[in-house]
């Protein structure tokens, strides 16, 4: 009964625009086909934009699953000769699939010696308490002053579809009837839900998703003056930290000063993180650490970074970290440990004069290439048990098996594809950013043993997962532009099954 | 309507014993007497045991003053020639006061150059949740195998009680009609509601509580085999570190590793009130601690101390403090920083990646002579501001203005006349212990500028303030027999107005 909203405003490869078949596509071609197809590429996604795809909401479910059928009808109008939609999350036949569906398209080269590029997005959206913050309603699309209001239109569908019209754009420039790489796109449907179903589905489908480099759209630029790749995102891993001393609290007067306090040594544990430079001081955390190379600083070094508008923006006072590094180097490129909580004995109001039966802790850390999760989390337990006076014994539970960390090889021909696909989109020299956190990027490099190179035209400013998220419509159409440029680039520097991360 | 309570079965000095009057009394004639008199002593002490005098319940108010109306009137049996009871808290003429009353009597010596001599105790008892868990209701007192049952047998209505008993021995077997000294007694209604109205009457009484030395009855032995004498109490005093960083919890993503982190702080902090020899290392904390005497030290090293046993009694596995004392010297002459509690950030279930915006932690200190609880404060608070990294601020909130700590001179002539007089109870040498905590004493010594003197016969195994409270009656004998020879001890070795801690 959702068959009249997926008809698709912008549908087929245009059959008015090829010129010169095969041919590497002109800058000038294809930001004129981008341009012309404005109103239709901003009409689709306000469509899309509509479908309330909240994953992390179970009554949304429908809505969800809609948000799949219309990317899927769409890509199916696109040209994609393979478009499917993916249950997760062990659905069976006939029944409702527990997870949220994800998209899968395949559009092949016509050469088959050309490599296989594969797309990641999203299309589930976040939450959008509180509603009452926002101007106006979060699945009603506004396009106002150049930008289109909506939850989602930056995280991530905008950022999803600015490859349909990037692809028509290459295809009408170039005038080939198929991409110049193999093109599959896997859009998920529950990254915003911490993706508990992505890595089986990754897993299940390994073979249809093989590829040589996996292009990610979900994460931002510097700023729409300063156009910038994201190269790395850390890893994470967390756990919480029991320390265990007497059987019950003691009074203070009896026995204080004279049996081990467990908050006192979770205490010594906690200071014990850091060193004076602000560096881990757990034996062996830097052991697999990579320097990050000069080169990536200095391209660190020339971004336009404020640091007191960054601090503003904290709400803290002072910049603080490992010594040696900028504030963006401490949020990128380097790993940390941080206590996100504590607790232990008498919390309540007044004093009570007790010497605490148990202090706990919970601490992540956060992670850089070639930091494992599971040896960190080694390195962890020997340090924790190694801190511990007589008298007392502590757990180290972990969350998880933690999210290992991810980086593009800045000096890399996949990379430098992609810079180039942008710098002819934006007309100047595209910077390197990182980002401090991390979804399921590292996981599907693993899973499929291929690069990541990241794509993307979002900003801090579109404040996803904020109330009135909006997009830039102006950038949309620098990725689509940028994404019309990139599978030739990729093409001219790859080849299959090999060695897309080398230089 | 409860005067019928209050008839004495023990009344009067008794007429038939006196002997040689104004003569030292002998060890023999004081044991014979207070043997004598063991079944109305106890008689009178059951009775004032079934007074539930609970002063922490206001539903208690008459009880706590029926309580103090059978002291007045044993006292006044007793022979003392001025009993009253003194209300507390503010109470006007015809209106009920809010504090629970206090009793206080003077049998003036017949030399007008004879030392004063003051006895504190107290009439109010402990709650006696969880009344289930008695063997009996806890105010039927009960005598078994040599012990009373109730609550208050112990602490503190048999230590008050025994000195009634011991000055009719004195004056029986003397044959004076007054003692020795000039007997004052304060027996306060609220000690075990922490004395919240005691330094006003201590303030507003002062002239008439002057002494040479204050004798407290509201301690313990170390044992019945090995009697002891309280030479010491710590003092305390506590507060709450607030330290506070960021506006609001951070996304440690985005923000870990780059600004300063409350907990980290405040885990350094606390790490930081310690040495690795397992002293408080914050900056003048020892200047003003008396270090304990060589003579003290090898009569602590004289109690029979079962480590292993006092480690099951805590629950502990290891015992663990400053290097270079004993676990006694620990709980006992030296001063201690304690965590009493902590709290930051994420304290639920699952992780949370923050920085968290704040940090807190409830830290006490114990205190040995001759420190301040005021310029430990300070102490502290300048300790806590220099151990602030840029960004964070922090506030320190004591309690209030703390509790000093007491200790009487073991070489003092009042120490070596009580240590004398219970040597001659109990036949054996007296030791000396301390206690790790401590309730109004030293305000007593403070406010009526006398040393203090500890005289008592409790003891661990009387369960004071838990289910089954119970006391030795032989031991409260000894405690009569050691009251009764105290006061010619006393009166030969101190001059009024005087030396009384001098040696
Ligand atoms: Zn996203
Ligand atoms: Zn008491």
């Avoid at 998209?103 to 490599?115: G, I, K």
């Avoid at 007790?354 to 337990?381: G, M, N, T, W, Y």
Wanted: proline content about 8%; charged content about 20%; aromatic content about 6%.
């Amino acid at each position: 009964m959702e068959a009249a909203r997926c008809t698709q405003t912008s549908a087929g490869p245009p059959p008015d625009e090829p010129t010169r078949r095969g041919a590497i596509p002109l800058t000038e071609d294809v930001r004129a086909y981008i341009e012309r197809h404005r109103g239709e590429f901003v009409a689709g996604l306000k469509e899309w934009l509509a479908v309330p795809s909240i994953s992390a909401d179970p009554a949304r479910a429908d809505d969800v699953r809609r948000s799949a059928e219309w990317l899927a009808a769409h890509l199916t109008a696109t040209g994609f000769p393979t478009v499917e939609i993916w249950p997760t999350g062990g659905a069976s036949p006939g029944a409702q699939a527990s997870g949220a569906p994800a998209v899968f398209a395949e559009w092949p080269a016509a050469d088959p010696d050309a490599p296989t590029v594969l797309v990641y997005g999203h299309h589930d959206v976040q939450p959008v308490d509180p509603v009452e913050l926002w101007d106006g309603d979060p699945f009603t699309p506004v396009e106002r002053d150049g930008r289109i209001r909506a939850r989602g239109a930056s995280d991530d569908k905008g950022q999803v579809l600015f490859h349909t019209l990037g692809l028509r754009a290459n295809l009408a420039a170039s005038g080939a009837a198929a991409p110049p790489v193999t093109l599959r796109l896997l859009v998920e449907g529950e990254e915003e839900s911490g993706s508990p179903n992505f890595g089986a589905l990754l897993r299940t489908h390994r073979d249809r998703l093989a590829c040589d480099v996996v292009v990610i759209s979900d994460t931002t630029m510097w700023s729409a003056d300063t156009p910038s790749m994201c190269v790395g995102m850390r890893g994470l891993t967390d756990c919480q930290i029991d320390v265990h001393g007497p059987e019950a609290d003691l009074h203070s007067g009896s026995f204080g000063g004279a049996v081990p306090n467990p908050a006192h040594a979770l205490a010594a544990l906690l200071a014990g993180l850091h060193d004076s430079d602000g560096r881990v001081a757990v034996p062996g955390f830097y052991d697999d650490v990579v320097e990050v190379s000069s080169a990536e600083r200095a391209l660190i070094a020339k971004l336009p970074f404020d640091e007191a508008a960054w601090l503003r923006t904290a709400g803290s006072t002072a910049a603080a970290g490992e010594a040696g590094y900028s504030t963006l180097e401490r949020v990128w490129v380097r790993p940390t440990a941080e206590v996100n909580g504590m607790w232990s004995g008498h919390t309540g109001a007044g004093p009570k004069t007790i010497v605490p039966r148990s202090a706990h802790a919970k601490v992540s850390f956060r992670l850089v290439p070639d930091q494992e999760p599971a040896r960190v989390q080694a390195l962890v337990r020997e340090y924790v048990a190694g801190a511990l006076p007589p008298g007392l014994r502590a757990t180290v539970t972990f969350a998880g098996p933690g999210v290992r960390p991810c980086a593009s090889d800045i000096g890399s021909a996949a990379v430098r594809a992609a810079r180039d696909a942008m710098r002819r989109a934006f007309g100047t020299e595209v910077l390197f950013t990182r980002e401090g956190g991390s979804g399921p990027e590292a996981e599907i490099a693993d899973v499929l043993g291929a690069p990541l190179v990241f794509l993307a035209v979002g900003l801090d400013e579109d404040r996803i997962h904020a109330p009135n998220e909006s997009v830039d419509v102006a950038l949309l159409l620098k990725g689509a532009e940028s994404a019309a440029h990139l599978w030739n680039e990729l093409a001219a520097v790859l080849r299959p099954g090999g060695a897309a991360g080398s230089p």
